[in-house]
Each structure stands twice: as C-alpha cells, then as structure tokens.
C-alpha cells in the first residue's frame, strides 16, 4: 500500500505550476513594458481559446478544428456590434460574444454530433473543419461584413463611461476572465461529470452500454466550448481592433490545435503554457531567421508531438496525475497522503 | 597532417558553433537585434526609427521581399548622404508572414516597444486594414502604404504612395478603346479590389462609349472558365480586362489563348501584370497584354535605370523591382516622407504630416511624383503591351495623373 515519496511529490505538480503561473501573471505587469503586456494579454485571450479546444479534445476526445469558426463568429458579431450599432459595452458584447459562439457551436453540433449515429473521430475532424473553411470563404465575399478585408478600427470597448484601452487594464479583464473560465473548466473536468467524459475518450462504446447518453455529454461540451471560444473572439476582436476572414479559419483553428498539443492536451494549463510558449518562439524565432522561421517552428512543433505525444507538460506531471482522480473523495477512496504513510 | 587539420576544423566548429549559440541566446535575451539594421558609421545623434511590416514569408512574400529590399537600399543611401536632420536612419524589419492575425502584434511591437517614427508597409489591403488601426489611431503613428489598391483609403495619418483606379483607368482605357474595341469582358476575382476596380473601371469603359457585356466573379483559386472564355469568344468581347489574379488567373489565360481570343484580334488587359508577373503565364499566352503602371522597365528613363542596376546589384534578380510588387510605391513612400521631415526639420507626427501633405520629389521610377490632398500621389502612368516576354511602351500619360481620392 505503501507509495514511494517520490511519486506522492509527483503528483502534486499540476497545482504548483497554476499557482505559480497564476502569481506571475499576476504581478508580470510590473516587470513588463507596454508591447510586451499586450502580448502577454493576447496570449491569456487566446488561451481561453485553447483551453476550449482541450475541452473537446483533451476530456471528451473529438478532435475540433472548429474552434476559430466559435471564435470568429463571435469576434464578427461583437464588431457589427459595435461598428453599426455603436454598441461598446463590455457587458453587452462579450455575453454576446459567449452567445453567439454558443448558438454555432449548438448548430454544429446538431448537425454533426447529435445525429441519429454517434460519430466517429474522423468525421468530427472534418466536419468542422469543413464548416470553418465555408464559413471564412462566406466571409471573404461578404462585402456586408468587409468581405476580404475585414472589419478594420473597431471602437474601444467600454464599461459606462470608461474605455478599456489595451494595456494593464485590459491584462487584467482578460486575466480574470481566463482564471475564471480556468477555474470552472477545472471543477467540471475532475467532477463526476468529467469522469464520464474521461471514459468517453478512452473508451466510447462501454460508457453507451453503462447506460451514459454519450452523444448528449458529447454535445454539451461542444457548446461549453463554443462558448468559451466565442467569449475569447469577442475579446480579441477589441484588442486587436480588428476582426477579419482569418480569425474564422482552419488556419486559426490548426493554430489553437497546436497550442493544446505543444503544451499537453487533457491537463488545462498545458495548451495555455503551450499558447504563450507557440507565440514567444514564433516571435523570437522571426527576429531571428526573418524567411525560415515558421519551418523551424513546424519542426519544433512536430518534434514535440512527435516524441512527446504528451506535449511539454508531459516532461513534468506524471500520467497518473494528468489523468487525475475524479469526484469528491469519499471513504472508500484512497487514503489522505499522511493516512498512507502510517505505519502499516 | 590529415588529422591535424580535422581536428582543427572540428574544434574551429564546436568554437563557432559556441559563438553562434551565444548569439542566440544573447538575441533572445535582448529580444531579438538582426532585424534591426543599424546605421553604417559613427553618429553623434540618436536614429530615427523607421518601421518596415511587410509579408517576408507566406504567400505575398513575391512582394514583401522586394519591399523590404528597396527600404534597405533608400535607406542606406539615405544615410550615406548624412541622414535626416543630422540623425541616421535605423530600419527595424517586421515578418507580417501573409497574417494579418500575426502582423497586429509585429506592428504593436514596431509602435509601442521600438516606438517608431513611421511605418511603411503592407501589400493587400486586408494586412492594411489590419494594421492601420493599430498604427494611426492607436499607435498615433505615421503609416505610409505602398501597393497599388482599390482607393477609399481615406484614414488620416496613413498615406498612399501606389496607384488608384482613377491613375489605373483614366488613361489606359480610352487606350483600350482604341486599340481593343468598345466590348468589355471583366473577369474577376470575388475579393474587395476587383469589385470596387471594376465599378470604376465600368463608369470610364461607359463614359467613353464602351459597353460591359459581362462582369462574373470566380474564387482566387478557380481554375475552369469554359463557360467565360466561350461567352467573351461568342460575344466577339474586344477587350478582357481581366482581374483575376494568381493562382486562377494562369488557368484562365491559358484557356482563353487557346480558344483563339488574342489570334483574332482580342486584347488582353490586366492592371496588375508587371515584370514580374511575366513568369506566371508563358509569353506566348499572354501576347499582346496591356497593362497600365507606374513604372516598366521599360520606360528606360535614367534615373529608373540607375535605381534597377543598384536594385540588382544587390540583391539579385530574383525579387526583382517592379510596379505590381509595390517596390516603386515603398521607394517613392520613403522617398517623399524623407522629403518630408526635411522640410519639417522635426519627426513630430502632425508636422511631419502637413509637410507630407504636399511633398514632391523630381526622380523617382517612372519619373517624378506629389502628394495631393487626399493623401495619395499624383505620377506618370504607364501602358505598357507585352511583346515576346518584355514589355514594350505604348503610351505615357500627360503629365502626372491624379488619384483622385478622398477629395
């Protein structure tokens, strides 16, 4: 019964690093001069993004390229919004944004998740990302909605009187809203309910013979997703000023994928490590070989996947605490770490 | 011996490959320093900062790449003939990569950690739309775009140093109408350019007695056009003007060559085809094309010609400097906005700005060029006729051509 030290400290590890992530982020803005808190913002906005990928992909298993089609749309809506509408109000347009990603997300789903057979992985693949590429090429020949170009100069958003101009303050609405969204993500994926959707991953047809409707556990987390996405979009189309085609792309959509692989998929803070790593060694790597760079960052990426199928992440948390242990602790569980060391 | 000298050459390795890690590291410490051409020389004053975003990579980097060749050049020359106001020139280099999602944060860094002066750069008008923003009204920077594009660019402090469709049309399609016949055919790409060209172009075509017979809108990458080609070739079309652009547009030369359309006396238009778009389509294809810019090679003016010897002295004939890769819209943007400060004797925006407002230089490629109100560039237009793989001139505008924007 006796575990050795070692791998009790082991498994502690996943906390250690939010905590310290979480305390860095929290003061960084201290150290950091203006670009590089930008930066650091639009990391945290598309880390939300990538911890909605991991959602589907690391706890339910589907494998979703339609992550900036949630993200896109949500940004597009929030910019006539704001644009046509002259509606500024953070209060208004990211519940909007959720909204929006959370209606697609909902359509999509109907159409390929929810039909009368479960479907299988490669069919999710490619159904979104089929959706994601009609959709940025409907986009591209809109002119309504800027068509190629884009919805340029969005206006800042607002809360009453006060303008959210990017900086430390929109660092820290987009810190919150990352923790928070990060928090609930947590508590639902080590809840029974994230049980049963570890056991969908691993093993789909023995959860429907258990009884589990699969396909409606699968269906809500691809709306939880789609919201998640759709609050990011809307955040990012503000802190860029800008919304266009790209951001609803398979291109975007392979991007967030790459984030959650090079971190660690199934673990949370993986794809947001992996998000703000991808972003720095893009943006170092093209101060450096100005023509070359995206072919060592492809290479970098794929030995990654290649050789460490679970991600950065991986080389620090154990399987065991990456797959985690589920529920409330009840008597019959295993003992507390002190219980265990009792002498026997 | 032999030995010796391995083992030489692998210590001289593992040294140098010491060194360049070091360098490496040191560039990521420093947050990077080879994209920042540093000034030749001992100065006494501080550099200017001169911002260039451009697509060095992806799929405009046939642009880009010239782009950021001609900023280099002028800017060295510029600084070999003792700066701007006593101060050199420092060019900081951003990869926009073809991304505009990528180019928001590489202009951020260029405006609020490098803290530019200006920036140049930007080939399609969904990477300036992207970045102006960030640039101009966020920023409170200068931003000076250098391509060809569809006009209606009207933002203040960004500045338009390419060709409009009013500089594209007012002279080259009375040309066509001359030498092509009164029906058009406009063939197009479906993205925001063609659309807003060809409204123009429509109203020039009509004005001087031309008629549209057909307007269609294909996908960039579309490549049947059976439908098209018989439908320009049973409506006896004089004139295709054509603004479908590559990949699509190699597919649709070919099959309109093919059924004969340039054998019967067709012609063939396509503001967009420069020097470098020679080597999309084979010449034979393409006999007889007409196009309508800045600057050809073939204009052969001396100071043109001075700047395409220097140009591929140093870099090549590769990327070569042409009008449609909007190298000769960087040259005359840095040109002008060098001409700018000068008269400003300062680099703030606003003062820069209404010095630029009227700015003019007498060299330039294709001749001189000035800023109008509007913030665009009146300049000699071009129209050129492809004739075995060059082009030949057959028209100089009269005088410069306004752009006719935002007035």
């Known amino acids: ?344 | 011996m032999e030995d010796e000298i391995k083992q030489r050459l692998q210590s001289y390795s593992r040294r140098l490959f010491l060194q360049r890690a070091g360098l490496l590291t040191g560039m990521v410490a420093l947050g990077g320093g080879s994209y920042i051409y540093n000034p030749k020389g001992t100065w006494a004053a501080d550099p200017i900062k001169v911002g260039i975003a451009t697509d060095l990579t992806g799929p405009i980097s046939w642009g880009g790449i010239p782009n950021s060749n001609v900023a280099k050049m002028v800017i060295d020359d510029i600084n070999s003939k003792g700066g701007l106001l006593g101060r050199p020139l420092q060019m900081i280099l951003e990869d926009t990569a073809t991304n505009e999602q990528l180019a928001v944060t590489k202009v951020r860094k260029l405006v609020t950690q490098d803290k530019v002066d200006v920036v140049f750069g930007g080939i399609t008008s969904s990477m300036r739309n992207a970045i102006k923003d960030t640039i101009v009204n966020r920023g409170k920077t200068l931003y000076i775009y250098p391509q060809l594009y569809e006009g209606k660019e009207c933002t203040p402090f960004l500045y338009c140093t390419g060709p409009t469709p009013a500089q594209q049309c007012d002279t080259f399609i009375p040309w066509l109408i001359k030498n092509g016949g009164k029906k058009f055919y406009l063939p197009s790409a479906d993205y925001v350019w063609p659309h807003v060209l060809n409204a123009y172009a429509r109203t020039v075509i009509e004005k001087n007695g031309g008629e549209v017979v057909g307007e269609e809108y294909f996908p960039v990458d579309h490549n049947e056009y059976s439908a098209t080609v018989n439908k320009i070739m049973s409506n006896k079309v004089n004139v295709v003007f054509n603004t479908t652009i590559p990949p699509g547009v190699a597919a649709f030369f070919k099959q309109l060559y093919e059924a004969g359309f340039s054998k019967n006396g067709g012609r063939l238009a396509c503001v967009y085809y420069d020097e470098n778009a020679l080597n999309i389509t084979p010449a034979n294809e393409i006999e007889g094309l007409a196009s309508c810019l800045d600057y050809f090679k073939a204009v052969n003016d001396p100071y043109g010609n001075k700047i395409q010897a220097e140009y591929t002295k140093l870099y090549g004939t590769k990327n070569p400097f042409t009008a449609g890769s909007a190298a000769t819209g960087m040259y005359r943007g840095l040109r002008l906005w060098a001409v700018a400060v000068t008269a400003a004797k300062s680099l703030k925006r606003e003062e820069v700005a209404a010095a630029l407002d009227h700015a003019k230089i007498a060299d330039g490629p294709g001749g001189p060029s000035e800023v109008v109100p509007g913030r665009h560039v009146k300049m000699n237009m071009y129209t050129a006729v492809a004739k075995s793989g060059k082009y030949e001139i057959v028209e100089k505008s009269k005088g410069q051509v306004m752009p006719g924007e935002c007035v």
């Open chain 1, 1 to 344: 019964m006796n575990q050795p030290v070692a791998s009790r400290t082991k498994r502690q590890i996943i906390p250690v690093i939010e905590l310290t992530l979480l305390v860095i982020a929290l003061i960084l803005p201290l150290f950091l001069q203006d670009f590089w808190v930008l930066f650091t913002t639009r990391v945290f906005i598309l880390g939300m993004l990538a911890l909605s990928f991991d959602l589907v992909w690391g706890y339910a298993g589907m494998m979703s390229f339609g992550q900036a089609l949630f993200f896109g749309m949500a940004g597009y809506s929030a910019a006539l919004l704001a644009t046509k509408w002259s509606i500024t109000s953070v209060f208004v347009l990211l519940p909007v944004g959720g909204a929006v990603g959370l209606v697609v997300a909902f359509l999509i789903a109907g159409i390929i998740i929810l039909g009368k057979r479960p479907p299988n992985l490669v069919f999710v693949a490619l159904g979104t990302l089929t959706s994601s590429y009609v959709v940025e090429r409907l986009a591209r020949g809109w002119s309504y909605v800027g068509g190629q170009n884009g919805i340029p100069s969005l206006p800042r958003l607002t809360a009453g009187s006060f303008e959210l101009t990017e900086g430390p303050l929109f660092y820290y609405l987009a810190l919150v809203l990352l923790a928070l969204v990060y928090l609930g993500l947590r508590i639902l994926t080590r809840s029974q309910f994230g049980l049963v959707l570890a056991g969908i991953r691993q093993q789909e047809n023995r959860m429907a013979f258990f009884g589990y409707k699969v396909q409606n556990y699968k269906g809500f987390v691809f709306c939880l997703a789609g919201l998640i996405a759709g609050i990011s979009g809307g955040l990012y189309a503000f802190h860029e000023g800008y919304v266009g085609p790209g951001q609803l792309g398979p291109v975007l959509s392979t991007q967030v994928v790459l984030y959650a692989l090079f971190g660690g998929a199934g673990t949370l803070i993986g794809p947001i490590v992996g998000t703000g790593l991808v972003d720095l060694f893009s943006f170092y790597l093209s101060q450096i070989w100005e023509t070359g760079w995206p072919i060592v960052l492809g290479l970098l990426l794929l030995v990654i996947v290649v050789f460490r199928p679970t991600g950065l992440i991986g080389f620090l948390v154990s399987d065991r605490e990456r797959v985690g242990s589920f529920g409330r602790p009840t008597k019959a569980a295993p003992p507390t770490p002190d219980a265990r060391h009792e002498p026997a």
